[in-house]
């Protein structure tokens, strides 16, 4: 069970916008800032999005991310086949000594 | 280009030790934290382990500590996991990742991983 909560799966077509739920608490996504990880098959985790809503260099604008409360979410528009992949929402959580969370992925297919 | 490699994996019986490495390079690696994450077959991420960038701050997840610890070693821009007492549940790719901040991170603080390393491989089985 994983401390951040994520659809285990999400599906779209082509050029459609999808989005993808992460749910905490307050000891994380409430007071610390939501990070996303891209794993395309057999490949290692890739940053996607930093600091709830920053894309690094080389990511496309059709990813976005936001965070509100103590949930985030991350928005793909104008899907592409290959955003086929998982995706992990992660964030410091300050309970006990802190640690990182991460959301449990979420599987997103392009039909 | 930054670089990570992870070594060391291999297949172990339970309750036996194996120690892993990461090398680094392409950047100042006393500059930054660094971590371990794991992800079991199939399954999702874990963090398992942080450490400073001057190994002043350490920290573990549940399910390790006390059976995993975290180093590294600057001269040789490397960084380690011994894992003792090795439990089938600890069977997973493990992957180097490294931070964008000199600390794990803190309330309030902005960290990230990037980028990560290609994996190394642990089986835990008799």
């Known amino acids: 069970q994983s401390v951040l909560t994520q659809p285990p799966s999400a599906s779209g077509t082509p050029g459609q916008r999808v989005t993808i739920s992460c749910s905490g608490s307050?000891?994380?996504?409430?007071?610390?800032?939501v990070n996303w990880y891209q794993q395309l098959p057999g490949t290692a985790p890739k940053l996607l999005i930093y600091s709830n809503n920053q894309r690094p260099s080389g990511v496309p604008d059709r990813f976005s991310g936001s965070k509100s409360g103590t949930s985030a979410s991350l928005a793909i528009s104008g899907l592409q086949s290959e955003d086929e992949a998982d995706y992990y929402c992660a964030a410091w959580d300050d309970s006990l000594n802190g640690h990182w969370v991460f959301g449990g992925g979420t599987k997103l297919t392009v039909l | 280009e930054v670089q990570l490699v992870e070594s060391g994996g291999g297949l172990v019986q339970p309750g036996r030790s194996l120690r892993l490495s990461c090398a680094a390079s392409g950047f100042t690696f006393d500059d930054y934290a660094m971590h371990w994450v794991r992800q079991a077959p199939g399954k999702g991420l874990e963090w398992v382990s942080g450490i400073s960038w001057n190994s002043g701050s350490i920290g573990y997840a549940d399910s390790v500590k006390g059976r995993f610890t975290i180093s590294r070693d600057n001269a040789k821009n490397s960084l380690y996991l011994q894992m003792n007492s090795l439990r089938a549940e600890d069977t997973a790719l493990y992957y180097c990742?490294?931070?964008?901040?000199?600390?794990?991170?803190?309330?309030?603080?902005?960290?990230?991983?990037?980028?990560w390393g290609q994996g190394t491989l642990v089986t835990v089985s008799s």
């Open positions: 307050s000891s994380n996504i409430g007071s610390n800032t």
């Open positions: 990742a490294k931070d964008i901040s000199p600390i794990i991170a803190a309330a309030g603080t902005e960290n990230w991983f990037d980028p």
